[in-house]
């Protein structure tokens, strides 16, 4: 699958931080990891920390599937508002769905607090239209009754104080950004160096079997890595073992603009989210500069979807000129990628029945950065043979 267009701003800014030797002759471990990404990373980092053996496996460099294409907004915010999410999956899976987003920033916080272009930012979910009003107080009441940080900013506020033309929006204190394709090698170097964790790029898995004692992949190299368990970290080229239906791809776009002299106009700096089914979404970088995210397509064909990439850049300044009339800023960099979602908007997390001794990491969806996180620590649990009421939330069966 093609994952992303060329040239994703993190790749361009940051290069081949890191390279890994491809496996050329066969291993033994207790996990295997297949796929290299933020979330194959962060799945390294939990089970190195409880002392697990592991072998992490990508095929392509580290960090260059759809990590190095996203725009690092961590936010426990989901695509699903709180007060849809409480009417299909019940209130209090809903709840912790929402609670687990905010422990899975403060978690991030701790792994990459000061490094990666790593900051805490409050976030505001704008109504994209008047009539997006009520749904957004509702969403906002639900907020509340679950306990969330969260504020209403009237019209006025946003106004004078954001400088935002919009009739009103929600302000939630808990929100952070990240360079992801940097935390991504930083916490792989960290196991690496660690001890306990071999990591191994270029190397793409075939297939599977099951073994008296666990599993053996067999590579495209010809060797093949025997493992007690493998944790499928595959990002969206998982779909094509999943059952139909489970998750709809598509396509999204993004670009960063040049750096700006100063962001004095942004308040707080604070990540945007729009309502809506076609949003926008923005935040600041480390460097000064502006993300800007959004115009999803049902589009999966790689050449079309690169061809679209310049209009839909204009849309995209163009919609985030409507946020901020009087910015002045020019685009850098403008690329796309596949994107993922669930029906209930919801990650999945856990064993899936034709696959015994395979844990699956897929944080679908895009808020994939903070399911990650989560998807780690429940794995790590399920593995070691603990209990994790959480992994309820996120079954294949549900
Ligand atoms: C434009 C864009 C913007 C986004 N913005 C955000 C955002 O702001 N916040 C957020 O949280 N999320 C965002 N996302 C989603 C986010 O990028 C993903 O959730 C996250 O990067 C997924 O990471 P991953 O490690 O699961 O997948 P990937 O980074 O794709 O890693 C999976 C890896 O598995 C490897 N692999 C697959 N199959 C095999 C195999 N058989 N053998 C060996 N290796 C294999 C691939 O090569 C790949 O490197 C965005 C996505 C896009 C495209």
Redo the contacts with the bound molecule.
């Keep these: 699958m093609d ?2 267009s060329d040239l994703p701003f993190w790749t361009v800014k940051n290069g081949l931080l890191r390279t890994y030797p491809p496996l050329k002759n066969g291993i033994g471990t207790g996990a295997l990891i ?7 990373a962060l799945m390294a980092h939990r089970l190195v920390s409880a002392g697990v053996d592991c072998v992490v ?4 460099d580290i960090g ?4 190095s ?6 936010q426990y915010e989901i695509d699903t508002p709180l007060h849809e999410l409480e009417q299909t999956r019940g209130r209090d899976h809903a709840r912790r769905a929402y609670q687990l987003g905010v422990e899975a920033i403060e978690e991030l916080s701790d792994l990459a607090a000061g490094t990666c272009g790593f900051a805490r930012r409050p976030s505001l979910l704008l109504a994209r239209s008047p009539r997006a009003v009520p749904k957004l107080r509702r969403e906002f009441d639900s907020r509340c009754a679950a306990g969330l940080a969260v504020e209403w900013v009237t019209r006025n506020e946003l106004t004078r104080h954001y400088g935002i033309p919009r009739e009103a929006a929600i302000r939630s204190a808990v929100a952070a950004e990240c360079d ?1 394709y940097r935390l991504t090698h930083q916490l792989l170097d960290f196991c690496v160096s660690r001890g306990g964790c071999r990591v191994f790029d270029r ?3 075939l297939g599977y079997e099951l073994s008296r004692t666990g599993i053996r992949a067999a590579t495209a190299r010809g060797v093949s890595v025997r493992a007690r368990a493998v944790f499928f ?5 998982t779909k094509p073992i999943l059952p139909g239906g489970l998750v709809k791809l598509s396509s ?1 776009y ?1 670009l960063v603009t040049e750096p700006v002299p100063d962001l004095d106009w942004w308040r707080g700096r604070s990540l945007l989210w729009e309502t809506g089914k076609a949003y926008l979404y923005s935040r600041t970088t480390s460097d000064r500069r502006i993300l800007v ?1 959004g115009e999803d397509d049902d589009t999966l064909d790689p050449a079309r979807r690169d061809a679209r990439v310049p209009r839909k850049a204009k849309r995209l300044m163009e919609r985030f000129r409507t946020v901020f009339p009087r910015a002045r800023i020019e685009p850098a960099f403008e690329w796309a ?3 993922g979602a669930t029906r209930d908007g919801l990650a999945y997390i856990g064993k899936y029945e034709p696959f015994p001794r395979g844990y699956f990491a897929l ?1 679908f969806g ?5 399911f ?1 996180t989560t998807a780690a620590r429940i794995l790590t649990n399920l593995f070691l043979g603990k209990k994790d009421p959480d992994a309820e939330i996120y079954r294949f069966a549900r």
Aim: charged content about 10%; hydrophobic content about 25%; overall charge positive.
């Design positions: 994952l992303r297949v796929g290299g990404g933020i979330t194959g496996l990508d095929r392509r260059h599937g759809s990590t294409a996203s725009t690092g907004l961590l992801p190397t793409g898995v970290a595959t990002g969206y080229e999204t993004a995210g990628g596949t994107f944080g895009g808020n994939g950065i903070t990650s």
